[in-house]
């Protein structure tokens, strides 16, 4: 079905710009040769988005949110891992097989993958405590407003600081998140580690090449921004390509570890 993973952390080595343009360069190679499995597992996300987006309008009630919050880490990593094993399989010049490659996801759900969904699943769930906890410190003696269509109410002098302690707490939040799982989950999907063991080398490959990383990151953020006006359809384009992207720039990171460890000077 799929190649049985190594043991261990492969070996990584220094990342640069070169890296992310070819990273992007093959993603979106990738996507033309492979649209259907792009487009399928873009397609999660976009239904998961646009239906919880339109309950959300048609009620008026945000903790529909909450829902799609909840829903996106349990489901995200698998749909990840799927653009990452096809990928792979282009790579390595072999076929792709619909049954192997869901076969594949399917058989993570017995490897270190759950896990991981549940730490993300618990930031997620974390930030809202701490979201609602901002609000209260900085709303809680105001007067009661529907802040889902009172939106005047940001534009005091309380809403703006809401505002922007909740921007910053949030960024570092996402900041985090971006930084354990940027190399766990391909590194789940390739080797045979633990979840914690995944997550610290991924950290530890953000913090010893900052620039470049936070860089990836903030693209990452930028480009889904954008591609999610109108109506998450950009997300159709830009997530496979970034989910494959993220596949050929761990494969590089490994590579370029691999050609240091034997001696040699790897590619730019």
Request: a neutral charge; glycine letters at 8%.
């Amino acid at each position: 079905m799929g190649q049985e993973p190594q043991l261990g952390v492969p070996p990584l080595g220094r990342v640069t710009f070169a890296m992310l343009r070819e990273a992007l360069r093959r993603g979106w190679a990738d996507l033309r040769r492979a649209p259907f499995f792009g487009v399928f597992f873009a397609l999660v996300y976009v239904l998961v988005g646009l239906l919880f987006a339109l309950v959300t309008w048609a009620t008026g009630k945000s903790y529909w949110l909450v829902f799609a919050a909840v829903g996106f880490p349990l489901v995200g990593p698998f749909a990840a891992v799927g653009l990452y094993e096809v990928s792979r399989r282009l790579a390595q010049g072999r076929a792709l097989d619909i049954y192997q490659i869901f076969g594949v996801i399917a058989m993570q759900s017995k490897r270190q993958l759950p896990s991981i969904c549940a730490i993300v699943l618990f930031m997620f769930l974390f930030w809202f405590f701490i979201a609602h906890m901002i609000f209260a410190l900085f709303m809680g003696f105001s007067t009661m407003t529907n802040v889902s269509s009172s939106y005047e109410v940001y534009f005091t002098p309380e809403g703006i600081a809401m505002l922007s302690v909740g921007t910053v707490v949030g960024a570092l939040f996402a900041l985090l998140l971006y930084m354990i799982t940027v190399i766990a989950l391909p590194l789940l999907l390739d080797r045979e580690v633990d979840f914690v063991t995944a997550m610290i080398t991924s950290f530890q490959t953000v913090l010893a090449n900052p620039v470049p990383m936070l860089a990836w990151g903030a693209f990452i953020g930028v480009v889904t921004l954008l591609a999610m006006v109108p109506w998450f359809l950009g997300l159709f384009i830009v997530l496979p390509v970034l989910g494959h992207a993220t596949w050929h720039l761990y494969d590089q990171i490994v590579a370029a570890g691999e050609a240091l460890s034997e001696g040699a000077v790897p590619a730019t």
